[in-house]
């Protein structure tokens, strides 16, 4: 049930409806728009939503679906009907296209039988013709012109007809050349035709020096057209022959008209499938639009939204290149019911709407602008109460309207009714107004109501304090600049601010004075609270996103150095490994050499040359191939500048370094006057006043920088270790799209064609969860099912270019 009858302009929802239709392609998908009602049957409602959202993924991750030629035959369909009666041949040619349409359609969804349930089924049972296609193909063509080959008897007709026309042509050039060369026509003159008949253009005046028929002149009756005598009787024949030609043509639409006769019902059938396709496309389209999506759907009254945003607000602030604040908020069985205060021109009546119109909209069929995880619930009514509706007609005044609707929302709603009303209790004296406004609040509330109701009055909002079943938000507002900031926060009343407005605005000081003594103290005292409430909720607010962002922060700095620990330890042992790959190598040639060496003595039996050729041979190669360089840590420029040398007793543990020199080592014990420091694998003993100690605060930044430019350095061990198939099963949604985000990262870098995604079915929002982040990827090609055998639903495969 719907209050008042008006109730979608109020909310906007007609403007809704317009946009709907510009998204559709035909009148077929518009006449759907026309038919959207507002539903409270929970499993109809579902099933419209889930096939706008299944809607939704082809556009933005399939492809193949049909996007043109969504014409409406149905119009011809009367035509049809009465016997031996004919389409003409452009009608058959749109028949032909919006047939191939819904042929098109039915096979997107065969070779897909598991991807969009809730989309096929609306095809489950429709009886479909294909051979009607082949038949009116058979008789036109893709210009939407008969065949010459529509029948033998048509070719035969076509035969005669150019032949003759061709002869009559010849006839009318030599007779017209004749003519030119006597001057009776101009040189550019051409043969042409008048009323069905071919002639030739002459000069007016010469009109009588040539036997025939004057069928035309020009508009200046300078020239006429004129058909010579000697070919009447061929301008005849073709006449006869284009009458032969027309009367087979009307036989052969004729029968191809009989052939589709049969097939009306279930042709009404198929174009309403193809309607519902285009109405289904628009509603995607729309929710693509508004960034809309399916949340979570519960059989009970509930609202729970995360970031809800105006639809119609979305795209007006989007085309202006701006942002709008989103929305939170939470009406359950402990908090039914929401009094919302705060300033005027704060965003009450904006929070109200965006309400009404976002469960209007989901109950009609719609997507909703919000986050995923969000909860949409079911009401079998919503009632509303925005605007003036005094009434002279009627003789109603703007407080008379209200009650009248007051008295209605009493009558008639329950807990399974949602209320909406604007300024409530205004329209007479305040007093009695915020009186009348709290007894029909706590009768409302009594009928466990859901519902949501903005004002000014203090004593609504001490009874939503007071009151189980009522809760208070308020709209904020900055204190110290005094301008609304639209965003709603549930839990505190708020203040109208109207002495602080009326003070910034230049309000004479007088008139502030005795406003505050008129209000009296404990009214000013009330709203000084809430406002200082407001202020510090603010800073509270603004110190702890501080705080968010450093443990964000921190919580970074902690992964980078797990993350280069574990790279340092994995790249030691491969060093290590490397090192002794190497070195069996080099003992493998030393041998090598050492046995060439005393084979080479053997053969030359030992000469005094030979051998000191062979000695020579050797030492190179210990020289240059076995030789050892070290490679210690030099330090950039720029980390130069950062260490710092300090003073004090170099003792061991101490980072130094010898004076004059950037290379840094660590001490690792005190010998008398010297000292044994390790500079990476090397380990030295240096005279204690050789060396410099460092300060190891800057030693550790010099580290950190160091860390980072290494942060992406296990590129190759990730490439080595990347499986192309992750299974996230039993996470929650937050956790789990960290990991696919991770995942899609390293595949993409990877090159890999195709990854699989292991996610389970549940009840599938991790499954929409994680195909919603897939869509951000442009080098995601596609996603499907996994085979019923492997997994079916509860697998995603994704395809990359």
Same mark, same amino acid.
């Given at each position: ?100 349409? =819904? ?37 036109? @063509? ?109 036989? =052969? ?70 942002? /709008?604040?989103?929305?939170? =908020? ?25 309400? %009404?119109?976002?469960? $209007? ?6 997507? !909703? ?7 949409? #619930? ?20 703007? $407080? ?7 008295? $209605? ?12 009303? @604007?300024? *409530? ?16 609040? *706590? ?14 009055y203090a004593n609504l909002k001490h009874l939503a304090d007071k009151q189980e079943g009522l809760i208070n938000g308020r709209m904020l507002f900055d204190s110290e600049k005094l301008e609304p900031l639209y965003q709603l926060e549930i839990g505190q009343a708020g203040s109208s601010f109207a002495l602080e407005i009326a003070q910034k605005i230049g309000m004479p000081k007088k008139v502030m004075e005795n406003a505050r003594n008129n209000a009296g103290k404990q009214r000013v005292d009330y709203d000084d609270l809430l406002r200082r409430l407001e202020i510090e909720t603010k800073q509270f607010q603004d110190k702890n996103k501080i705080v968010t962002e450093r443990e964000s922060q921190l919580k970074n700095l902690t992964a980078e150095y797990e993350k280069l620990k574990n790279y340092l330890e994995t790249e030691k042992k491969r060093i290590l490994n490397q ?38 041979? &050797? ?23 950062? =260490? ?5 007793? &170099? /003792?061991? %543990? ?57 942060? #992406? ?12 198939? &992750?299974? !996230? ?7 789990? &799209? ?13 090159? /890999? ?10 009840? #599938? ?25 492997? #997994? ?10």
């Amino acid at each position: 049930m719907l209050y008042p009858d008006n109730i979608e302009q109020k909310l906007g929802f007609d403007k809704i409806r317009e946009l709907l239709k510009k998204e559709c392609i035909s009148n077929l998908g518009q006449s759907f728009v026309d038919k959207i009602r507002f539903l409270n049957h929970f499993e109809l409602i579902d099933k419209l939503a889930k096939q706008t959202a299944e809607f939704c993924d082809i556009l933005q991750i399939d492809e193949g679906f049909p996007q043109s030629n969504y014409i409406d035959a149905t119009i011809f369909f009367p035509k049809i009907l009465p016997e031996n009666s004919f389409l003409l041949e452009e009608e058959f040619f749109d028949l032909k296209l919006s047939l191939k349409t =819904i042929f098109e359609c039915l096979k997107f969804f065969k070779k897909r039988p598991h991807l969009y349930p809730q989309l096929q089924e609306l095809s489950k049972y429709l009886v479909f013709e294909a051979d009607l296609i082949g038949e009116i193909e058979l008789i036109i @063509d893709d210009k939407g012109q008969m065949r010459a080959d529509a029948s033998f008897e048509l070719r035969k007709i076509r035969e005669k007809l150019s032949n003759a026309q061709v002869q009559l042509r010849k006839q009318l050039e030599r007779i017209l050349k004749a003519v030119k060369s006597e001057g009776f026509a101009k040189d550019d003159a051409q043969i042409t035709v008048r009323e069905g008949r071919f002639v030739i253009p002459m000069q007016a005046e010469s009109k009588r020096k040539i036997k025939g028929f004057v069928h035309d002149e020009s508009a200046t009756g300078q020239t006429v057209y004129l058909e010579p005598t000697e070919v009447i009787d061929m301008n005849n024949e073709i006449r006869e022959l284009e009458y032969a030609e027309r009367r087979e043509i009307i036989k =052969i639409l004729t029968i191809l008209t009989n052939k589709i006769r049969p097939y009306l019902i279930p042709l009404k059938d198929s174009y309403r499938f193809l309607g519902l396709m285009d109405f289904i496309r628009a509603k995607a389209k729309f929710a693509i639009k508004t960034r809309a999506i399916n949340p979570q759907f519960q059989k009970k009254t509930i609202i729970n939204w995360q970031n809800t945003k105006h639809p119609l607000l979305f795209l007006h602030f989007e085309a202006q290149k701006r942002t /709008v604040v989103p929305l939170h =908020i939470v009406l359950q069985d402990n908090n039914r019911l929401l009094v919302i205060s705060g300033p005027n021109a704060g965003g009450k009546s904006i929070a109200l709407k965006t309400v %009404g119109l976002t469960q $209007y909209m989901y109950q009609s069929g719609l997507l !909703v602008t919000m986050n995923i995880d969000s909860t949409m #619930g079911v009401f079998n009514d919503i009632f509303i109460d925005m605007g003036d509706e005094q009434s002279l007609e009627n003789d109603l005044s703007t $407080y008379s309207s209200h009650l009248k609707s007051m008295k $209605y929302f009493l009558d008639m709603a329950d807990q399974k009714s949602l209320i909406l009303i @604007d300024e *409530f209790g205004t329209g007479t004296e305040p007093e009695m107004g915020g009186a009348m406004a709290q007894s029909i609040l *706590f009768e409302l509330n009594n009928s466990r109501t859901f519902g949501i109701v903005t004002t000014h009055y203090a004593n609504l909002k001490h009874l939503a304090d007071k009151q189980e079943g009522l809760i208070n938000g308020r709209m904020l507002f900055d204190s110290e600049k005094l301008e609304p900031l639209y965003q709603l926060e549930i839990g505190q009343a708020g203040s109208s601010f109207a002495l602080e407005i009326a003070q910034k605005i230049g309000m004479p000081k007088k008139v502030m004075e005795n406003a505050r003594n008129n209000a009296g103290k404990q009214r000013v005292d009330y709203d000084d609270l809430l406002r200082r409430l407001e202020i510090e909720t603010k800073q509270f607010q603004d110190k702890n996103k501080i705080v968010t962002e450093r443990e964000s922060q921190l919580k970074n700095l902690t992964a980078e150095y797990e993350k280069l620990k574990n790279y340092l330890e994995t790249e030691k042992k491969r060093i290590l490994n490397q090192a002794k790959i190497e070195a069996q190598e080099v003992i493998k040639n030393a041998n090598q050499k050492i046995e060439n060496a005393v084979a080479s003595i053997k053969q030359n039996q030992a000469e005094k040359e030979s051998i000191k050729a062979v000695r020579k041979e &050797i030492e190179v190669f210990l020289k240059e191939d076995l030789k050892v360089e070290h490679i210690p840590y030099t330090p950039t420029q720029e980390e130069k500048e950062k =260490i710092e040398v300090i003073a004090g007793e &170099i /003792v061991a %543990g101490d980072r130094v370094r010898v004076k004059g020199q950037s290379t840094i080592g660590e001490v690792t014990a005190i010998k008398g006057k010297d000292a044994e420091v390790m500079v990476g694998e090397l380990k030295s003993i240096i005279k204690l006043n050789r060396l410099e100690k460092i300060n190891r605060k800057i030693e550790r930044e010099v580290k950190k920088e160091v860390s980072r430019s290494f942060s #992406g350095i296990d590129l190759n061990e990730k490439f080595m270790n990347f499986s192309s198939k &992750i299974d !996230v099963r039993g996470d929650r949604g937050e956790d789990a &799209i960290k990991k696919i985000q991770e995942f899609m990262d390293t595949a993409l870098l990877t090159s /890999v064609n195709e990854v699989t995604i292991v996610h389970g079915k549940g009840d #599938g929002i991790l499954r929409k969860l994680i195909r919603i982040e897939l869509k951000k990827y442009k080098a995601v090609q596609s996603m499907k099912d996994e085979h019923a055998d492997r #997994g079916g639903d509860g697998v995603t495969i994704v395809k990359l270019s």
